[in-house]
């Protein structure tokens, strides 16, 4: 497999209060270019943490150890050509964005240099997993590599929380709202971005296009809402899409059609997918692999199918047992009325 | 058949938006048993939750029929209706946002207990104690505030303090939705155990068929305000003949664990 990004060693501690909490302990995990991944666990898990710390969304205050190295497609000029294997993730309206990242060590600790925390096997070592390109990019951006190549929110990664409404925007059109995210990060002009954000409300399925661009959030329904989060997080091209619970406060049925929605927009646009739920279930139906977390650390991770039927830990036992399918026995016929 | 502790007839709510007048609840009928859990299921905006609120009086129906213990409940007031409600409990998804978040433990057990005359100021300390306890929880929790405990640990303490009156119904809406999973079972074994022990009737509102199916023994679903279908809660759910019934039944995460 390809790596689009490879996490080593992650520790995050959040303080609070005069008191530190590891909100992630020492997690390493790839995840692969194009890949459905999902990461499970109950509160506490660290599981949006993980989300957050991808996508460098973390509160300053939070202290993070460890790496986390994306490896995205170079830009042409460098020469080295990316091996065939990275290419499927690349769809063609993407040509624009391209741009190189070098290894972007994310550990922030105060008094260190960065760069002492740069990995210590960039080029030798770990980097038999990968391919000879890989290297070649690596090397080749060394000398020519600057601080912001770094991937981007909203460009490299798209992102969708849980709650709709706390991520749009109650007081701009659904319209300017996906069309800002074209026009900040495609350079699209402003017609040009309302053009693309129309096709992407056509992309969501919302009804009545037109009218969707001209509406607030507060007429939608929820699960309308959380298509129009999902249109602006793709709006860009991202490489990475993460939804972190985004279908956790819809009902089952709405759920149902935005995962569908996700399953048909990552498979179309060639995305990689972090899915982030504390649903086993809906994780095995839509991933290809799962990561169970628990109290912060890596519990284990597999193919979806290994994880549901033979999983290694008890932990991950544990939840499948608790999942209450309609298949499952009732929890008790006796308690039934005595009349 | 016993009378039913608790009987609907016609129940119709209308909300005006717009000019506009929406049936959030339409001619809506339905009874329980003492002991029994009645399911009402379906989508958001179904009318679900607003069917709790009437049943809880926190808001008037335009149309129909409350019995409650054989009395006409919507034509209570003032001392008796509060007497009644003491009968009637809640619990909601948030017990977070249902409770004072500063006040403690102790404090959100003791409002029932003196509110209703339940106990004496000296023997509510024992009282309060004896209530964690029966909800699995130490009574070293009683001084602890509600918002320093865990969610599980809250929704127990809401469970608690809806038993403190000796109801015989609590309708429960969304009450573990907000759950994690293993949590989540124990609360459901808990509100077993009470309803076995103490025949309280639940009316149990949740968008998750599995849960119903779990739990309940009959089923409603709901759809735009009307009933769509109802009966015994596991042949709805394996053969449901509505389409509103066939769509949620569809949309449940399977959990298929056979190997490859």
Redesign the interface.
Known sequence: MTALLSIRDLTVIYRRDGSEVAALKDISLDIAVGERLAVIG??GSGKSTLALAIARLLPASARIDGSIDWFLRPPPTLGAKAPPSVLPDISPSRGEIALSSPPSPISKVAGEDPTAKLPISLLEGEMSGRTEGGLMERKAQKSTAKPDHTPLGGRDIGFVFQDPSASLDPVMTVGKQIAEVAHTHLGLNWPQAYAKAKTLIERVRLPDPDAALRAFPHQL??GQKQRVAIAAAIAAGPKLLIADEATSA???????EIVALIRQLVAEDGMTLLFIS?????A??LAERIAVFRHGGLVEIGAA??I???PRHAYTR???D?????D?E???R?????? | MSSPLLSVSGLTKRYRRGGKTIAAVDNVSFHIEPGETLALAGPSGSGKSTIARLVLRLVQPDAGDIQFKGEDFLALGGATLRARRARLQMVFQDPLAAFNPRATVARVLDDPLRIHGIASRSERPRRIAALLERVGLSPDLAPRAIHEISGGQRQRVAIARAIATKPSLIVLDEAVSALDVSVRGQILRLLLDLQREERIAYLFISHDLGVVRAIAHRLVILDAGTIAESGDARTVIDAPQSAIGKALVVAAPKLDRTGP
């Open positions: 109950e509160s329904s929820g819809l009902d089952t049925i709405v759920q149902a504390h649903d086993i279930a809906l095995a139906a199918r290994q549901v039927s033979a544990s939840l499948l608790a999942h209450l399918g309609l499952a009732p929890l008790s006796q308690a039934g009325p005595s009349a």
